[in-house]
């Protein structure tokens, strides 16, 4: 049984890259020419292998793939571009600055993603794309949404920037439609700081992607610097020892005594130093008339680098993740599964990115039990973006996404973790769903 005062102690996630590659990275980053060379196409090749398709093209960013994306298929203004409201607002932007119109379309909180429900619902006459987003790392059942896309005539995008490795019925996300889309953002499983990539077997989309790719200018370096000084502080606070003697406990204070403070602490915060505040992608639900001037510069050979690094390991990090998420299922109490994600139950075909539970009542409740029992906690960080008021003019009622946003918590399973870990997990979990019931 595991007390009040328990010895184990587990931070919310960990960064997919180790300390020493990061300082190394810097180190390499202090003398790069930031050229766009060599190493970025072994990547694109790297990608293009992994995933079984024709071409892969790297850029800036997810935000900007997008944008790109979208320009690529020369769709009249007022088009219809039919998307989940759970995202980084910037994809609404890439969508709204070229005279597309967003329209949301409600979530699932089985599997995180669309409601094919209601997909169907709002699919009209204007429609023509629709831009999938596999959240938490778990799959949905993709042939339907394929189906039905091609039906309609839709073109069918898929964000897996969660998701890589994540398979349904043995073909990986991110290959079932027109276009996969991923972010290489610092977090991301595959990463490269700041960075995106598309994948296609479309000759003709990748040839267009390629054309808008030759303006694009040299990346600053710091961006980057930002970036590595963010990840290099998550490791040190999410560090096993640090984090069991010092980061527990200031969040244990922050918690009971400024609980406001402790809602936003992994809210992004706006950047206002003397940098401007558009080169560290700041995910602020602002409405764009055009994408940043900033926003436009080529994928690096030192991005490769650190990309090609989680390439190598993503398996590994894959197995490691589902051997612990069955561990987990297989502990958790009945009364505690009714609270988990329905698609969980399956992990040869999720990669357990997150492990969300669904609160029945106050989050913030569940979130305090389980950081009093040593356990750090999170909800979604992204943007509700059909509730955003610089998003008004979009605005739907979308119930199963505000309960996504609102009610979910993600447990830890990052892949660092021990068997005795989950074990504790598990007891705590269990134990507060014997008491709330």
């Known amino acids: 049984m595991i007390g009040r005062r328990t010895a184990t102690r587990l931070p919310r996630g960990k960064f997919f890259i180790p300390t020493r590659v990061l300082l190394k990275a810097l180190g390499r980053l202090v003398v790069s020419d930031m050229r766009r060379g060599d190493r970025a196409a072994v990547l694109e090749a790297r990608l293009r292998e992994r995933f079984g398709v024709t071409h892969c093209t790297t850029l800036s960013t997810y935000r900007m793939a997008v944008h790109f994306v979208l320009k690529a298929l020369e769709l009249d203004r007022g088009d219809e571009v039919l998307l989940t409201p759970i995202t980084i607002p910037d994809t609404v932007n890439a969508i709204h600055v070229l005279g597309l119109k967003p329209v949301f379309v409600d979530m699932d909180p089985a599997t995180h993603n669309m409601d094919l429900a209601d997909l169907r619902r709002k699919s009209g006459d204007r429609s023509r794309v629709v831009l999938m987003t596999h959240l938490a790392g778990i799959s949905p059942e993709m042939e339907a949404f394929a189906e039905f896309t091609a039906s309609r005539g839709l073109a069918l995008l898929e964000d897996f920037s969660q998701s890589y490795g994540g398979t349904w019925r043995g073909k990986p996300l991110g290959t079932f439609g027109l276009a996969g889309l991923g972010s290489l953002s610092a977090g991301k499983t595959l990463s490269s700081l700041a960075g995106g990539f598309v994948l296609t077997s479309d000759t003709g989309l990748f040839e267009s992607l390629r ?47 400024m609980p406001r403070r402790f809602d936003t602490i992994q809210t992004p915060r706006a950047v206002t130093a003397c940098i401007h505040k558009d080169n560290f992608f700041e995910d602020r639900p ?36 589902k051997v612990l998420g069955r561990a987990l299922l297989d502990r958790l109490s009945p009364a505690a599964m009714r609270h988990v994600a329905g698609a969980l139950v399956e992990p040869e075909r999720n990669t357990y990115y997150h492990f969300p539970v669904l609160c029945s009542g106050d989050r913030r ?31 739907c009622d979308t119930p199963g996404a505000d309960t996504i946003k609102g009610q979910v918590v993600f447990l830890p399973v990052h892949e660092d973790l021990r068997d005795g870990d989950i074990t504790a997990l598990a007891d705590v979990v269990n134990r507060y769903y014997a008491s709330s019931s």
């Open 211 to 257: 054309a808008q790719a030759e303006g694009l200018h040299r990346p600053e370096k710091i961006t980057f610097c930002y970036q590595l000084a963010q990840a290099l502080k998550i490791n040190l606070f999410a560090s096993r020892p640090v984090f069991r003697l010092f980061t527990w406990r200031m969040l244990r204070f922050v918690q009971r005594f």
């Open 286 to 321: 602002i409405l764009r008339s055009r994408m940043p001037g900033a926003f436009y510069f080529w994928f690096s050979d030192w991005q490769a680098e650190l990309t090609l690094y989680c390439l190598d390991r993503l398996n590994e990090g894959n197995r490691r993740r």
């Open 365 to 395: 409740d569940f979130q305090e039990y389980l950081l009093r029992h040593g356990i750090d906690s999170a909800g979604y960080i992204l943007c509700h973006c059909a509730q955003a008021e610089a998003f008004r003019a979009y605005a």
